[in-house]
């Protein structure tokens, strides 16, 4: 007995040696002396820190998810600056390392409005789950906020764009992630990461069609969802209602907006099938902002008529500025108040155009390069030559549109978009438009790249929609198992279902039965022809 029981506690002992030694090392080889500089063809090294942080806690999640909490990690924290040799630019980027049960994979993250990287909001969920990680700072400080307004970085002077740091925001600082973040794994591990994959949605999602498109051998995998593509061209023409609005000098009450969209929601609601709030088949709602004017609305407990000028602003939203350098609008069951229109009341009532600094800050930091100029004295004229300048000047940098993936093909990447149908910021359209072309260089790209609607969703997470959470994992699963997804599978939602989302082009498509069940629903390629309305109520 006595044997035994010390036996147990050799073993137990042996246990908690191994354990402590395992992270005293880990802690050990954190250090700056430890770890080797990566070694950059086109970039000097400015410095290298690393000290191991424990029980570190932050609010944070994945992107494209909405299943955030907070977490505690223990991690080396590797910071290193850079710049690029005559370019006088200062470039840092954040590695975590996991001092324990790394699970031998490397996970890149993006960033997202005028922000190249978001720290600690995504590395810390990542590092949870066991990835070594990086984050950029792309030579310029990040705001705070979900979506980062902040251009100022990106004039030099008044009248002269900063060049540089445009650059490595586009492209530059983002690639350089992938080299930084192996050559530190593998001087920390003394292993290579046997898998490598980037991360980001919204702008980061851009980043990740950007490294596909240009450096596509950088990773194994790359999740991409709602990507600010064509980011030159919808930026700007997001501000079209908001011309129109300052024209006619008619502010519609946010409720008056928010009543519109729900009036479309209503007609259209049922055209896919199922009454849920969704619009799943936006190009057959084509009901106009006009068909509501005369009807009642409530604002703040009073009775009123929804007006002509509103649905000319609301009109204005949803099909988007014409011409040449036109763009799509959003879908109507995205909400036009966040971005697009954007108005605020006082308490007389009286209402008037507040700021919508992501759309106001491109018009004035890159097109006018005019800090004073107030967006909200543009004449058409100036609005449509805005439009004009703002996709030659900036398309070939920031466009993200190259359709030829051939060399992320024979790289053997897998990638995985999406993009909610309900985005607020970024028509889903642009994304469709892409992958068609896609598809068009390529009719086999579903091979290594599918793009899957998210019906109701809006941008990166939001909405009444079911979301695709478990979108990475099976990202992983493609990559590391050869399964590809067939569907995403999509939960959590405002609306609270379970449905699969489809690989375009198929759509997803109501098949009879309990709406709330995701068996009710299976992918379609031509429901436009076959659809029967089966209306199912929720
Ligand atoms: C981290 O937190 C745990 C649990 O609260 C605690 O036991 C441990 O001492 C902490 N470690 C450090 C280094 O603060
Ligand atoms: C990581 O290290 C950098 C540089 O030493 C420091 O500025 C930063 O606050 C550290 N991060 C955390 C979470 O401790
Ligand atoms: C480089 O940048 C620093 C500050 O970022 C500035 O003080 C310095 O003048 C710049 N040097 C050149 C050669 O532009
Ligand atoms: C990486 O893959 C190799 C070969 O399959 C395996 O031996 C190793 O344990 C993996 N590394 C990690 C950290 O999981
Ligand atoms: C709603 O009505 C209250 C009281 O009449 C007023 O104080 C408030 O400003 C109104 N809100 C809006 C958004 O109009
Ligand atoms: C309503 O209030 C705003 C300021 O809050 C003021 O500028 C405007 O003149 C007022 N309008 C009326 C009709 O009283
Ligand atoms: C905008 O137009 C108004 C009225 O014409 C003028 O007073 C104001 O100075 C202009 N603002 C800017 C920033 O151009
Ligand atoms: C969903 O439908 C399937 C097939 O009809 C059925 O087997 C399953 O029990 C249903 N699930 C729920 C939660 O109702």
Redesign the pocket.
């Known amino acids: 007995m006595a044997t035994q029981a010390m036996l147990l506690l050799l073993i137990f002992l042996a246990q908690v040696s191994f354990t402590h030694g395992a992270l005293s090392d880990a802690t050990f080889k954190c250090s700056s002396t430890s770890i080797d500089k990566p070694q950059l063809s086109t970039a000097d090294i400015l410095s290298l820190e690393a000290s191991p942080v424990?029980?570190y806690t932050a609010f944070s999640l994945g992107p494209g998810t909405n299943e955030g909490g907070s977490y505690?990690i223990?991690f080396c924290n590797v910071t290193m600056s850079y710049t690029h040799v005559g370019w006088n630019d200062t470039i840092t980027t954040q590695v975590w390392l996991p001092l324990t049960d790394w699970n031998g994979k490397f996970q890149a993250l993006g960033g997202g409005g005028y922000s190249s990287g978001f720290g600690s909001t995504y590395l810390t969920y990542a590092v949870a789950n066991g990835f070594a990680t990086v984050s950029t700072d792309g030579g310029h400080a990040t705001g705070t906020s979900t979506i980062p307004t902040d251009l100022t970085w990106a004039l030099a002077s008044k009248g002269n764009i900063d060049w540089v740091l445009l650059e490595d925001y586009a492209s530059k600082a983002t690639v350089e992630m992938a080299p930084i973040g192996k050559q530190i794994i593998e001087s920390y591990f003394d292993q290579a990461a046997n898998y490598s994959y980037f991360n980001g949605c919204s702008g980061g999602g851009r980043q990740g069609l950007m490294l596909a498109q240009r450096y596509p051998e950088a990773f194994d995998g790359i999740l991409a969802i709602s990507p600010a593509i064509n980011l030159e061209r919808f930026i700007p023409a997001g501000f079209w209602a908001s011309q129109v609005m300052n024209q006619i000098k008619s502010y519609p009450h946010p409720c008056e907006i928010e009543a519109f969209t729900k009036a479309a929601i209503k007609i259209c609601d049922h055209l896919d099938g199922v009454k849920d709030n969704i619009i799943s088949f936006p190009k057959l709602c084509t009901v106009n902002a006009h068909a509501f004017v005369g009807e009642p609305y409530t604002c703040n407990g009073t009775e009123r008529r929804l007006s002509a000028l509103g649905a000319k602003v609301v009109q204005a939203a949803w099909t988007g500025p014409p011409g040449r350098y036109g763009w799509y609008g959003l879908s109507k069951d995205a909400s036009l108040t966040s971005y697009y229109i954007t108005t605020e009341c006082s308490s007389n009532g009286t209402c008037y155009a507040s700021d919508s600094d992501l759309l106001d800050s491109w018009i004035t930091y890159l097109v006018t390069k005019e800090p004073q100029f107030s967006s909200k004295n543009m004449t058409d004229s100036t609005f449509f030559d805005a439009l004009h300048y703002s996709s030659v000047e900036y398309a070939s940098m920031l466009g993200t549109r190259d359709a030829d993936l051939s060399n992320f093909k024979a790289a053997g990447g897998k990638m995985i978009t999406w993009h909610g149908l309900a985005d607020e910021v970024i028509p889903p359209e642009g994304t469709t438009s892409y992958y068609e072309e896609v598809l068009e260089q390529d009719p086999r790209a579903k091979d290594y790249f599918r793009y899957f609607e998210a019906p109701g969703v809006g941008h990166c997470y939001g909405g009444v929609g079911p979301i695709p959470n478990d979108a990475f994992s099976q990202l992983m699963q493609w990559v590391e198992d050869g399964i590809p997804p067939d569907t995403l599978e999509a939960t959590n939602g405002e609306g609270g279902w379970e449905r699969p989302l489809c690989p375009y082009p198929s759509q997803q498509q109501y098949t009879g039965g309990d709406p709330s069940n995701a068996s009710s629903f299976s992918c379609s390629e031509d429901h436009q022809r076959t659809m029967v309305p089966l209306l199912g109520d929720l």
């Open positions: 424990y029980n505690t223990n």
